[in-house]
């Protein structure tokens, strides 16, 4: 039977590990817990959770829709809010107006990932924030309505763009908005690498805007693209020019959203002094 003193050698201080081991432990428990339960367990780990390369990522699906003291919104807002700049990632789902991204915009300049899911209610205003994300590599649309003036924006104040997603499954709207988008995606994203254009209804013409002026495309994924027809020139070009090609027809089975249930509530837009900032 081992004695006291061995007992208590082998005793271990959380507050001994270096503040970047316990900084990457609170990463992994998400913001909610980070926010309501870590940041209080002693004056260390305030620390740590107050730190704003903290907050460089923020995912919004690791907040659950219930049993949190704000909102969703908020808790986002409190989140930018402490990154101070910082923020490079952030995931947006659920119902929101673009107010939210508007936020974002104003205090993250050195955006470089922003994906939006789930009838995110966007108007005049994305375009405004598209402007302020000069860095922005990465920008993943699911289930959003936009138009030809979005991807005009972006190609416009987003040079280091290199993905794009814009994957909505059914049909919204006119086929000719589906056209427009294509034709703005070729005429004005000539450095994009990697595209998602999943259950667009885009025609044969709009693809071939795309890989005529889109030479450094590298991944073309066209699931549910239906009114395609890849089956004479416009195939062979993609064969030729594409490296990783997904087809109408293809497996939708790591589409990130697709059993998703959306949110049936609006939740207020406030503003409220940090309940968690003690």
């Not at 936009?146 to 280091?160: A, D």
């Not at 997603?165 to 589906?178: D, I």
Request: net charge negative; glycine share 4%; aromatic share 10%.
């Amino acid at each position: 039977m081992p004695s006291t003193s061995i007992l208590k050698q082998e005793e271990r201080n959380w507050l001994d590990l270096p503040s970047d081991v316990t900084a990457n432990i609170l990463n992994r428990i998400g913001m909610v817990d980070i926010l309501e339960n870590a940041q209080k367990v002693c004056t260390a780990w305030h620390k740590i959770c107050k730190d704003p390369a903290m907050w460089r990522v923020i995912n919004m699906n690791d907040i659950p829709i219930f049993d949190a003291k704000l909102s969703r919104v908020e808790m986002c807002e409190h989140a930018v809010d402490r990154s101070q700049g910082q923020l490079v990632d952030i995931t947006i789902v659920f119902l929101y107006d673009a107010e939210l991204l508007l936020y974002v915009a104003d205090r993250s300049s050195q955006l470089r990932r922003l994906e939006m899911a789930h009838k995110f209610f966007i108007g005049k205003l994305i375009s405004v924030a598209l402007m302020k994300f000069p860095l922005l590599e990465e920008l993943n649309l699911y289930e959003i309505r936009i138009s030809k003036e979005e991807i005009e924006t972006v190609g416009r104040y987003c040079p280091m763009l290199k993905t794009l997603k814009v994957n909505q499954r059914g049909y919204v709207g006119s086929l000719t908005r589906y056209y427009e988008i294509a034709i703005a995606i070729g005429q004005n994203l000539l450095g994009i690498r990697h595209l998602e254009l999943i259950g667009n209804k885009m025609t044969n013409v709009g693809s071939s805007v795309i890989l005529d002026n889109c030479h450094h495309l590298e991944t073309l994924d066209l699931r549910e693209c239906f009114c395609i027809d890849l089956k004479g020139d416009l195939g062979k070009q993609c064969s030729k020019q594409i490296k990783y090609l997904k087809l109408p027809n293809d497996s939708l089975e790591d589409y990130p959203y697709i059993y998703a249930i959306e949110s049936e509530y609006y939740e207020d837009d406030y503003y409220y002094a940090d309940p968690y900032d003690t």
